[in-house]
């Protein structure tokens, strides 16, 4: 691929690390300008500079997807540096700790709410503002998870709000059709990132029970998702919208 989106301007949640700094380094490579937006501000330089030393356009602006003034400004930011909007990923995301229902807590639950279900509802809101008033369509790409798709043990609140992610792409998708803005969620599967390191440090049975629910024998590459979400926010892609695609290794096959 090169070109795929050329002279697009975009913006990354998550962009800091694993999936959205994958996603970032693609989106740049393929000719767009990338507003790199998390919540750590040294990763998220690093990110801009891995792009920037290749060769690539990108500004980091900090960002807590949770608030609602946060996720307005990261709209503005994006508009304030490249002066448009035309691709949004949706990416950030917490995983949380990991409790069986009967065991979860509220304190855990509301975390995971707050920031993979309200703050993809919260981006998508200011950013489809903005691509509204362009005039001129958009796309938007949001972080569901095969856990979207079906049931996962220890991970009530994390499963749950990923459906929902799928069930606000599905809406927005339907609602600004005729505005030419197509809305999509991708669905990994297990991808080899910190988030995963970081339950597997808690849970090291884990390792082993991870890989073994992916048909394929093995972990997911970051750069595995951020092609998919390349090619979703491409003009490649412009007869699909309220799509939930799993990109996942065949694990939502079985
Ligand atoms: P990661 O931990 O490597 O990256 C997540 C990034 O999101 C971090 O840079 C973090 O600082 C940022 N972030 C967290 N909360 C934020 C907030 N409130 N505002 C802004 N930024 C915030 O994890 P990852 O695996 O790359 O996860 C990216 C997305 O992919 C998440 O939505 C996750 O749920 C989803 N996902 C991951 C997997 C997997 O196996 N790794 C599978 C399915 C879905």
């Known amino acids: 691929m090169a070109g795929l989106l050329k002279g697009k301007v975009t913006l990354v949640t998550g962009a800091a690390s694993g999936i959205g700094r994958a996603a970032a380094i693609a989106f740049a490579r393929e000719g767009a300008k990338v507003l790199v937006a998390d919540m750590s501000d040294a990763a998220g330089h690093e990110t801009v500079k891995m792009i920037t030393d290749a060769g690539g356009e990108a500004a980091f602006t900090r960002c807590d997807v949770a608030q609602p003034a946060d996720a307005e400004a990261l709209v503005a930011s994006a508009v304030k540096a490249y002066g448009r ?32 279900l309200r703050g ?24 569901a998870s095969a856990a979207g798709l079906v049931g996962s043990h220890g991970m009530p609140a994390y499963t749950a709000s990923k459906h929902g992610v799928i069930g606000l792409t599905r809406t927005a998708a339907l609602e600004y059709a005729r505005a030419a803005i ?27 029970a991870l890989v073994s629910v992916e048909p394929v024998a093995r972990m997911g590459k970051p750069s595995e998702i951020a092609e998919a979400v390349t090619w979703l926010l491409s003009d490649a892609a412009s007869f699909v919208t309220g799509a939930a695609l799993p990109v996942d290794g065949g694990m939502t096959a079985r």
């Open 85 to 116: 909007l035309d691709g949004a990923y949706n990416n950030a995301g917490v995983a949380g700790k990991i409790a069986r229902t009967a065991d979860d807590t509220e304190e855990n639950f509301d975390h995971i709410m707050a920031v993979n």
């Open 120 to 143: 993809v509802w919260l981006c998508m809101k200011y950013e489809i503002i903005q691509m509204v008033k362009q005039g001129q369509g958009g796309a938007i790409v949001n972080t």
């Open 182 to 208: 197509r809305v999509n969620a991708v669905c990994p599967g297990v991808i080899d990132t910190a988030m995963v390191a970081g339950m597997v440090a808690a849970h090291p049975r884990l390792k082993d």
